[in-house]
């Protein structure tokens, strides 16, 4: 700091507003959560001399009227700062206070617009070209008096004015629509040269109305700022297919506006950390980005959340969590797939990173939420299975099923709110298998012995109870839907003499659909490699490059710049539809595991032996992958000639080995370093 002081009288400045301890969170838009008071704590160094905060500081109000993440900022530039009045000095528990481990947020990148219109003589109509987040930057504010409104949003409406319809969240307790917010209000001093960039608020956009500005703009007069955690860069693909490359971007982009501070589901309407979310998600963001700082941030505010009984809250942070006991409060917290996130991050946290602390510091929160989902399991029925079996059978205990679920979650079609009530038992079940599977390794990995004697033993009850109550006589299993046949492969829930048969079946559903695809949140990230693993690869790639809705290349087809939270975008009858919701973009994992073959091995985490294992189709010609493990630089690039000769390159880093196999089945190993190879292929490449 000593190269920042001049000569004489210093100042020190710092701007105040509420950010996430008092301003309005999550799709409630409550205020206070963590507390009304801003307050302020800081140490300045230069050299021996440390200037500290304390009574002798002063407070003034500056041309920042109001401030707050989801409303919106409101400046005066007219406002100089008035006289100095004294501080008062709260009395904070300093022990409390711990570092972020995860990079600064910051502005990571402009973006010029494409185009300024002009829907009605009192509007105009800024297009980025790309939903982002963040905010604008606009000159030239006009005399002094003058007040500009900046309205942001991801749509237009049939005028071409901007809308913000479809992202009204509801009050559950009075049914009104609450206000988007994400409006922008700047009141001219007249200075030349005095620009606005409303540096305390972000917004999910792609278009601002801007009304009051006293001249008419051009794409040279406003700026597009991208603002989130400043991760760095680890992972790249290209292939041959440029729809499938403008995915890939498109995911990427849903990511990285979704990962400002937390992990958020839409930088817009909520902008709250759904667990379930992250969860789906964080194997693709590890292979895009360093995340581990990030997610262990994220991870410790997850443990700081949760509740006595080992329940884990839907979304984090939720300062009002406990309103998950009001009767006014319509979704309770802890719903499987969501809370699981506790145990299935840090667990790929390991297998990207091998950081072994990680999990060592949170599994007593694993522990817990198990335990929890384990109790659940043991002492609440869904009332439709007390109905139909007034006394449960022996296996019950272990049925997951009382409490509330969210279920599969955003599956193709209208939304029917009864899905909340509805017996999720079969996709809670099979979480809670999962997790214990999960943390009986953790257990091992950690020297716990007797603990993971204990969670293997509570995993092969609950899959006896899953199988039990899931899988009918002919082996059919219940419910008859993709998700279901989905995650009981990917999750081994069913026999090995039962795999052929529950993967022709989902074949079978996905023919029934038209070639399409019928999962939701929780499913969608295994489809496509639960496809290829038991020989459907073709139907795999059928449905990554379909194009009719629903299906990812539908997004593509139809200009998406970032992931859709529904299927359909704005085309169904749900609640406030996302336009930048990044989990569903999960499917580009498999472009990475599977079309460029770069795969982590369980008992190798970090990348320290890995598998390249290109799987060639979908007429994809050639397909390049690149990504900087703990080890350094992975590298896949593979290329089809003459129509029957593939020949792939892989880099190895230094400490790390690779198993390359090649689609006519030949393994070898390869050392550091770089080696290539050459196979006959199927020229059609189908």
């Known amino acids: 700091m000593s190269g920042l002081l001049a000569t004489g009288p ?14 309005r969170t999550s799709f409630t838009q409550s205020r206070d959560g963590y507390g009304s008071r801003l307050a302020f704590l800081g140490q300045l160094h230069a050299g021996e001399v440390v200037v500290a905060t304390g009574r002798d500081w002063h407070s003034s109000d500056g041309r920042v009227v109001t401030a707050d993440l989801m409303a919106g900022q409101v400046e005066d530039h007219r406002r100089l700062g008035g006289e100095g009045r004294p501080v008062a000095v709260c009395d904070y528990d300093l022990a409390r206070l711990v570092y972020s481990p995860a ?13 300024v219109t002009r829907p009605a003589p009192d509007r105009q109509v800024v297009d980025l070209g790309q939903n982002i987040n963040g905010w604008v930057r606009l000159g030239d504010l006009g005399p002094a008096g003058t007040s500009v ?12 004015d901007v809308t913000q319809e479809h992202l009204a969240a509801i009050d559950f ?3 009104e629509r609450l206000s988007v917010g994400q409006t922008d209000l700047v009141i001219s001093a007249g200075t030349e040269g005095d620009v606005f960039e409303p540096r305390h608020t972000t917004h999910g956009f792609q278009y601002v109305r801007v009304e009051g500005h006293p001249r008419r703009l051009s794409p040279d007069d406003v700026t597009g700022v991208v603002v989130h955690t400043d991760l760095r860069r680890t992972g790249w693909f290209r292939c041959s297919d440029q729809r499938l490359n403008r995915l890939h971007d498109i995911a990427e982009w849903s990511f990285r506006d979704n990962a400002c501070e937390i992990p958020t589901d839409c930088p817009q309407r909520e902008r709250a950390g759904w667990t379930g979310d992250w969860q789906v998600f964080v194997p693709t963001a590890a292979f895009l980005y360093d995340v581990a700082g990030f997610s262990l941030k994220w991870l410790r505010d997850v443990a700081a959340e949760q509740l006595p009984d080992g329940c884990i809250t839907n979304y984090v942070p939720d300062p009002h969590r406990h309103l998950a006991t009001s009767e006014t409060w319509p979704f309770h917290h802890g719903a499987a797939g969501w809370g699981d996130a506790i145990v299935m991050v840090p667990w790929e946290l390991w297998r990207a990173y091998a950081d072994l602390e990680v999990l060592a510091e949170m599994w007593p929160s694993m522990v817990k939420w198990v335990e929890y989902a384990a109790n659940s399991a043991r002492n609440w ?25 969210w279920g599969e979650h955003a599956e193709p079609g209208p939304y029917d709110v009864s899905v909340l009530s509805a017996d999720h038992g079969a996709v809670a079940t099979a979480f ?21 004697r204990s969670y293997d033993a509570l995993a092969a009850n609950v899959l006896g109870a899953w199988q039990k109550e899931f899988i009918s006589p002919d082996g059919s299993l219940i419910p008859d839907t993709q998700a279901n046949h989905v995650r009981a492969l990917a999750f081994h829930l069913v026999p090995d003499e039962l795999r052929a048969q529950t993967a022709a079946r989902l074949v079978e559903l996905i023919r029934e659909a038209g070639t399409h695809l019928g999962t939701g949140f929780l499913a969608t990230p295994y489809l496509l490699p639960v496809l290829a693993e038991t020989g459907y690869l073709d139907v795999a790639y059928e449905l990554l490059l379909q194009d009719s809705c629903p299906s990812w290349l539908y997004m593509v087809e139809n200009g998406a710049t970032t992931v859709w939270e529904t299927w359909e975008g704005l085309d169904v009858e749900v609640v406030s539809p996302s336009l930048n919701h990044y989990s569903k973009g999960a ?13 982590i091995l369980d008992d190798h985490p970090g990348y320290s032996r890995f598998r390249v294992r290109p799987l060639i189709g979908g007429r994809l010609t050639w397909a390049d992958a690149v990504h900087d493990s703990p080890y350094g630089r992975i590298e896949s690039s593979w290329r089809i000639i003459d129509d029957r000769t593939l020949t792939l390159t892989v880099t190895v880093p230094p400490g ?7 689609p006519d089945g030949s393994q070898l190993e390869q050392r550091a370093g770089t080696a290539s190879y050459r196979c006959q292929v199927d020229g059609s490449g189908a």
């Open 10 to 23: 210093n100042v020190w400045e710092v701007a105040l507003s509420d950010g996430w301890y008092r301003g």
């Open 103 to 115: 990079p600064p947020s910051r502005r990571v990148q402009e973006v010029r617009p494409v185009s």
């Open 149 to 160: 409104a900046l309205v942001h949003g991801e749509a237009l409406d049939e005028r071409g």
């Open 173 to 175: 307790v009075t049914g």
């Open 381 to 405: 029925r869904h009332r439709s299975r007390a109905e139909s079996r007034p006394a449960p059978a022996p296996h019950e205990v272990f049925v997951w099923d009382g409490t509330f679920h």
């Open 432 to 452: 809670l298998q999962h997790s214990s599977v999960l943390l009986a390794r953790v257990a091992q990995l950690l020297g716990r012995d007797r603990e993971a």
């Open 587 to 599: 499917v580009i994992s498999f472009l990475h595991r599977y079309v460029a073959g770069i795969q």
């Open 656 to 662: 790390s080995t690779a198993v390359v196999v090649l």
